[in-house]
């Protein structure tokens, strides 16, 4: 169940990043290194906040704990992301929608929820 939840928690969190970076980056003029930094941001603090209240029920675990995991591993997250984006966009001139969905669905799959299950929102980490 915690997986299904994880990945209903991730798709929340990535619709809300796909839909400020391409606001920014189709509507608003943005760069789309810039628009997917800015989409990264909005969906990770949405995710933190389903992971720790719902996916993971870890909410009565110290929340500056789990922020500052979280935020370490979010860095790696963005970095990732932002590769992916890099090279599928400006290198190899895709979409930068398809650019980052791809990216993402790869980050997620191999990154992001096993860190945020074994490590950002384990219980009684100390």
Known sequence: ??????????????ATDYLVTVLLVKLWGFDAVIGSICGTITGGVINFTMGRHWTFAASDDDVRAQARRYLFVWTGNLLLNTTGVFLLSNQLGLDIRISKVA???????GYNYPMQKRYVFKHNIR
């Not at 169940?1 to 990535?14: C, D, E, G, H, Y």
């Not at 990216?103 to 799959?109: P, Q, R």
């Open 1 to 14: 169940m915690t997986f299904l939840k994880a990945n209903i928690a991730s798709l929340v969190a990535s």
């Open 103 to 109: 990216a993402s669905v790869l980050v997620a799959v």
